[in-house]
Nanobody
Framework: QVQLVESGGGLVQPGGSLRLSCAVS????????MGWYRQAPGKQRESVAS???????NYADSVKGRFTISRDNAKNTVYLQMNSLKPEDTAVYYC?????????WGQGTQVTVSA
């Protein structure tokens, strides 16, 4: 298991940007997949973006062209750059990792997009 700690959430106006960070306690190189999920009030948790060990990425249709996931192996950190934010992006964002021991989750960070 690894510990995941998210940061970077907050309040932003529509059209603004935020960058979320997910710090991994162990080596990121042992993790097969890392990603971001989000959960809005009254809705199910949904996948937003993922990146596999080879570097390939995948995005939900709702965020394609606006969000970018990346990983810094030297810093054991995964990022989610979010641009052109919309009110419907408001949610708690969770970092997740899949490794040899299974899936782990972070505690979540709140993102609120509002004027």
């Amino acid at each position: 298991q690894v510990q995941l700690v998210e940061s970077g959430g907050g309040l932003v106006q529509p059209g603004g940007s935020l960058r979320l960070s997910c710090a991994v306690s162990g080596s990121i190189l042992s993790l097969l997949v890392m990603g971001w999920y989000r959960q809005a009030p009254g809705k199910q948790r949904e996948s937003v973006a993922s990146i596999i060990i080879g570097g390939n990425t995948n995005y939900a249709d709702s965020v394609k062209g606006r969000f970018t996931i990346s990983r810094d192996n030297a810093k054991n950190t995964v990022y989610l750059q979010m641009n052109s934010l919309k009110p419907e992006d408001t949610a708690v964002y969770y970092c997740t990792a899949v490794g040899p021991a299974g899936r782990d989750w972070g505690q979540g960070t709140q993102v609120t997009v509002s004027a």
